[in-house]
């Protein structure tokens, strides 16, 4: 039981540790990487170092405009939505103890976007700015619903909660699709906003809902020692003294405020919650101090990976993120789904 | 289920064994250089056997010898990741499965009840063997299930629901399907480990008696070494995948065996009721001592 | 205990009973409310081509095809939902968490998307609810069919095939948007008898295909090693099963778009009032599927404030209550295997 929660046995820490920070410090260097290519590549390639010149130097050009007006605050958002829904997949993960939860498969994002459109057809709201609140009131009853869920889980079979989430997601779906059909506007305005996307989005969608992201993120780094002895078991976590209910709902909560924000800003994108987690456990391990942190910087790579390949793949038009990681995150459930059953 | 002779009292001896080989099908399992995996893992590794029909045999040994990995390579399945298995000299892989649960039947080891199916629903599933696509509930059917159920002793409890009964009971009901089924070779994995003693003995006495009867051949895994003795004419112990021995049970049963297989000093001596090998561990300062020794 | 399965018989007898009457009258309904609204006789006169003739268009060309539609469409989705659950051992399984109902979403919205003529849309729903199947045995399948493999992969495949509906919707041009959204909910609006006839002619026949193979699931509740060493072969027995589901399903959303819940709460509301499975629970299922979905329509045509809402988001919406108590209830899943 100490080796889980220590991580390393004594003989092996200094290589241990050895690795970890430098996959860290290769993780962060790739997502540097991955930012310079977002504010470069895009309908209209811009040469690095008329972006460097442009966010450091005195640029005023078209090229250096595009660069500091639309992709900028683009990959900023693109930071902190993917951190966001990262850090968000795996607590839900350690939560459910179910390798399958994410805020795709629990149907948070449908949630968000069933309020965003019914926002749109009785309020008449019409900008992503306006439509934040409605999307994190949206996000955070969905989540209620997965939480009660998860509240009685305990060892609720992962396949009958993933189910259930994508049971919950149909419905929801099929609302939102009725509410849209009952109003052209609604449509129009509704369906660009349901796929999911970085672009179009100013930084003033990003500042209001930023300490609830900041906040769900220091929650879930301050939970990860007691989500590492709620892997154990129920009985096991509370024989180690850990206030198992209070543990799921602070638990909750942060992946109400981190799914919410994301959705809140970028619309429903799917996937990255699930993904991120899956690609740091192989690398880092089990254990959440660690795992947390690295889906802090493996959710934003994906993302922004993401979004760069939606630009790049019918240019000059491009495909919206949450569409690319869809299409994208489909197979590696399948991939997940022979792993996770014999 | 008084009157049923012990199978292995001293009077009854090696006739029964050796009687049997001249019948005409002989329903003899065999196994050439069997091998069974479980993905990359070797279970069961070059096992050469030979299980006398019309005999009832007992496979023991310890945990995670492959005891019930054998069971099911002989049953059909798991598929021999090498070397094969033989029924009367006929590859059992290369029989249709149909073909095989005409003759052989199994009751596996923790078998799953559906919910609320009746004792009677759940004994008519073994006739289905014996069901072509579109056949129509027959008569013959009908008879096989009344039958199965009588032999049972659970005729009254036909209508129950099969997961409402006891252990025994329900043991009971799914050797009625196993029965029903009306094959000459039963294999049991495990049927008495999560029984108390009398329902462990009951299921015992009631396979003794199907064997008695109609010369019905019965492989069974079994944990308890004493029971084994005295139910099965021909014992076969494995240890990691391997033979350990072979044979009656009077004649492989010693203190060396129980030594050298399951790691326990004892004394094995004739057991007061019925004559055959009792296996007594020695006191724990004498086992402990020699442990360390 | 003798009468437990008496009572159980009688139950079943009973819910046949009611179920037949509420099909008969549901139907006389359809046909006889609406713009035009007629007295029962006049109506049924009509549909046999007796009476006004204005009278007899509007029961033989609108109404009639319209709830006979939706009664196969209700039928195959019922049975489908039955075999699924059983086969799959999880009262969460549908054909909607399989993949079947996107992939007629995404049939029907390409055929859209390529501009071809609105009669092939049902062919489109049919093929892609099959493409769906192919995508998930081809996933699932590692010498052999394990039912969590299935479950899960038939999200995944859900999953991918509902981003395609996606892109597609986003990329269409607005006018093309709506009506392929409507594609994407379930509905029975103007249906024509040779859809009608085509569908379901298909359809008797995948029931009774179904209905043939119907005593294999009860082996296979028995597990996997019980069923093996009854003779039958596991993973082709699943395998039939499933594609006898997906035709079923797909052949309703063929008929009807991809009308959500209907699968999945059939069996449930079956089970409540009849018990657990027997031999008869696949016709039941049929009828109740047919039942729920000829009122679902109903209610879509005459009892909403609201006009032209697809009868999908009505099933949903009443599906939505049965989410409700079934992920709430703490009843571990019907059956599981032991290693």
Redesign the interface.
């Given at each position: 039981m100490t080796a889980t929660q220590r991580g390393t046995p004594a003989t092996g820490v200094p290589s241990r540790a050895f690795r970890h920070i430098s996959l860290f410090l290769v993780g962060l260097a790739a997502l540097v990487l991955c930012a310079a290519l977002s504010l470069a590549l895009g309908a209209r390639s811009v040469p690095l170092s008329t972006v460097a010149d442009a966010l450091f130097g005195d640029a005023h050009g078209r090229d250096a405009l595009v660069v500091t007006g639309l992709r900028l605050p683009r990959t900023v958002i693109g930071l902190a939505v993917g951190a966001a829904l990262g850090v968000a997949g795996a607590v839900a993960q350690a939560i459910t103890r179910n390798p399958l939860a994410s805020p795709t498969t629990l149907g948070i994002n449908a949630g968000a976007g069933f309020a965003v459109v019914v926002a749109i057809f009785a309020l008449k709201v019409d900008s992503p700015a306006e439509y934040v609140w409605f999307a994190f009131a949206g996000a955070a009853g969905a989540a209620l619903f997965a939480q009660a869920l998860a509240r009685r889980a305990g060892d609720i079979d992962p396949v009958r909660l993933a189910l259930g989430g994508t049971v919950l997601q149909l419905v929801l779906l099929s609302w939102t699709s009725a509410v849209m059909l009952l109003n052209q506007r609604t449509l129009d305005e509704a369906r660009f906003w349901l796929a999911g996307s970085l672009s179009g989005r100013d930084l003033g969608v990003l500042w209001p809902v930023l300490p609830m992201l900041v906040l769900g993120l220091l929650i879930s780094l301050a939970l990860s020692p007691a989500l590492n002895a709620l892997a154990l078991g129920d009985d096991s976590a509370q024989a180690l003294g850990v206030p198992v209910a209070r543990i799921r709902l602070a638990g909750g909560i942060a992946v109400v405020l981190l799914a919410g924000s994301a959705v809140a800003v970028a619309g429903p994108v799917a996937f990255i919650g699930l993904a991120a987690p899956h690609l740091v456990r192989p690398l880092l391990g089990g254990d959440h101090r660690l795992l947390v942190p690295g889906c802090l910087i493996a959710g934003p790579l994906l993302l922004l990976s993401a979004d760069v390949l939606g630009r790049l793949v019918i240019r000059p038009s491009e495909l919206e993120v949450g569409i690319v990681t869809a299409f994208l995150g489909a197979p590696l459930l399948a991939l997940l789904a022979r792993k996770v059953a014999r | 289920m008084t009157g049923v002779p012990e199978p292995n009292s001293a009077d009854a001896g090696a006739t029964r064994i050796t009687g049997t080989r001249e019948s005409r099908m002989t329903n003899q399992l065999t196994t050439q250089s069997l091998d069974l995996r479980y993905g990359d893992r070797l279970v069961v590794g070059g096992l050469d056997l030979a299980l006398p029909g019309g005999a009832v045999t007992a496979i023991v040994g310890p945990n995670a010898c492959g005891k019930s990995t054998l069971l099911r390579g002989l049953s059909r399945l798991l598929a021999p990741a090498a070397g094969s298995v033989t029924l009367d000299g006929a590859d059992i892989h290369r029989m249709s499965a149909r073909a095989l649960a005409l003759r052989m039947g199994l009751l596996p080891q923790q078998p799953v009840t559906p919910e609320a199916i009746t004792v009677e629903a759940l004994v008519r599933l073994g006739r289905y063997p014996h069901q072509r696509l579109l056949s129509p509930w027959s008569a013959a059917d009908q008879k096989a299930v009344d039958a199965a159920l009588e032999r049972t002793g659970t005729t009254e409890l036909r209508d129950h629901p099969v997961d409402r009964l006891s252990g025994g009971q329900r043991q009971r009901a799914w050797i009625a399907l196993a029965l029903a089924q009306d094959t000459e070779l039963l294999l049991l994995d495990e049927p008495t480990t999560f029984l108390d003693l009398r329902h462990q003995l009951d299921v015992l006495d009631l396979v003794a008696a199907l064997h008695a009867e109609a010369g019905r051949t019965v492989v069974m895994v079994l944990h308890d070494l004493g029971q084994a003795a005295r139910y099965a004419d021909h014992m076969v112990v494995l240890k990691d995948g391997r033979l350990a021995a072979a044979g009656a049970p009077a004649d492989i049963l010693d203190a060396d065996l129980v030594r050298s297989v399951f790691d326990v000093e004892c004394r094995v001596i004739p057991d007061p009721e019925t004559g055959t090998p009792l296996v007594v561990p020695k006191s724990s300062a004498v086992r402990h001592s020699a442990a360390s020794a | 205990?003798?009468s437990?399965?008496v009572a159980a018989r009688r139950r079943i007898l009973v819910f046949s009973g009611v179920g037949l009457l509420a099909l008969f009258v549901l139907l006389t309904v359809s046909l006889t409310t609406g713009e035009m609204s007629m007295p029962a006789t006049t109506a049924l006169r009509a549909l046999v081509g007796l009476g006004d003739a204005g009278d007899v268009l509007v029961v033989q060309q609108f109404r009639a095809p319209r709830s006979v539609a939706a009664i196969v469409a209700g039928a195959g989705l019922g049975a489908a939902g039955c075999v699924l659950q059983r086969l799959f051992r999880?009262p969460?399984?549908s054909p909607?968490?399989m993949g079947v109902t996107g992939g007629a979403s995404l049939g029907a919205v390409a055929v859209i998307a390529a501009g071809a003529s609105q009669t092939l849309i049902p062919l489109g729903a049919l093929g892609g609810g099959l493409l769906a199947a192919l995508l998930l045995g081809a996933?699932?399948w590692?010498s052999g069919l394990?039912?969590?493999?299935m479950?899960?992969?038939g999200?995944?495949?859900?999953?991918?095939?509902?981003?395609?509906v996606?892109?597609m919707?986003?990329r269409f041009p607005?006018e093309l948007?709506?009506s392929a959204?409507?594609w994407?909910?379930g509905s029975v609006y103007g249906r024509t008898w040779t859809q009608v006839w085509g569908a379901g002619g298909a359809m008797v026949l995948a029931l009774a295909v179904a209905l043939?193979l119907h005593?294999r699931l009860?082996?296979l509740?028995?597990?996997?090693?019980?069923a093996?060493?009854?003779?039958?072969?596991t993973s082709a027995a699943r395998l039939q099963l499933l594609f006898v589901a997906v035709a079923l399903a797909s052949l309703a959303a063929a008929l009807a778009g991809p009308v959500?819940?209907v699968a999945?709460a059939v069996p449930h509301i079956v089970r409540f009032l009849t018990?657990?499975?027997t031999a008869a629970s696949l016709a039941l299922a049929s009828l109740t599927g047919a039942v729920l979905l000829l009122a679902s329509d109903l209610v879509v045509q005459h009892l909403l404030p609201?006009e032209?809402?697809?009868v999908?988001?009505v099933t949903?919406?009443l599906?939505?209550p049965w989410?409700l108590v079934?992920?709430?209830r703490?009843s571990?899943?019907?059956?599981?295997?032991?290693?």
């Open positions: - | - | 205990m003798k437990a399965v999880n969460l399984a909607d968490v996933f699932a590692r394990a039912v969590t493999r479950v899960l992969t999200l995944a495949v859900q999953a991918g095939l509902a981003a395609a996606n892109l919707i986003v607005a948007a709506g959204l409507q994407t909910t043939v005593r009860a082996v509740d028995l597990g996997d090693d019980s093996g060493a009854l003779g039958l072969n959500t819940f999945l018990g657990p499975p609201v032209g809402l697809p999908g988001a949903a919406t599906g939505a989410l079934l992920m709430f703490q571990s899943p019907v059956q599981r295997s032991h290693a």
